[in-house]
């Protein structure tokens, strides 16, 4: 499942890609049911579903945490479970609760990460500026990240997605317990990595959130993905009413079946 562009390179239009992806425990469970999704550079793609939808699942075979039953992970055309590491060149991570070093400032926290990912000639202007965009207030800049909010945790979360300039970002629930403030400018964080032609995969079961930002919104349900619709289509329907029905397990028989790719 290789691309053969020379490594290093952006290889795909197509950065995140998910084929048949099937995840099956020892125990039986079925986590995750032939799934079947695509993120071009400038897309973000919500996956909006209940708890044990399968959402998390999907985010962390991308990322290697756990391996698929059957199926491929594709990040920038390489097969991320066959080559993991040269997959994770091109992705950022933002999880539900930002892992940082407590007793490190923003700056050094982004400084740690930024060398970890082989960028050690950046200087603290470069920094500030990182942190500047995603809307962290300069006070907070040289801050231990132990006293910060989880809204300012996060936004230092996505200021090391910057740093490493990745192309592709998996975000799980970043909204989640977020105030309405943070959760506002938060949105306006993920517009723009979608101006700056990022391709971003946010798992949330925050309807409106999805509505918002999504170019495409897939909705899952007991390991499948049930529905998909782009943000035009969206234009002209109730998401909250569609996501609502396939909660309830009612199918209307007037809803269009999802999108194949």
Known sequence: MHATAESGRIREEIMIEAIDLTKRYEDGHLALDAVNLRVKAGEVYCLLGANDAGKTTTINLFLNFIRPTSGYVIINGIDATADPIEAKRYVSYVPENVTLYGHLTARQNLALFASLAGLRKLKKDDYYRVLREVGLQERSFEQRVSEFSKGMRQKVGIAIALIRNSPALLLDEPTSGLDPKAAAEFTEIIQELRERNR????????????????????????????????SDELKHEDLQAIYLNYMGGSYRTDDRPIIAH
């Open 199 to 230: 391709a971003v995969l946010m798992s949330t079961h925050d309807v409106f959130l999805a509505k918002e930002i999504a170019t495409r919104v897939g909705i899952m349900k007991e390991g499948r993905k049930v529905m998909e619709r782009t």
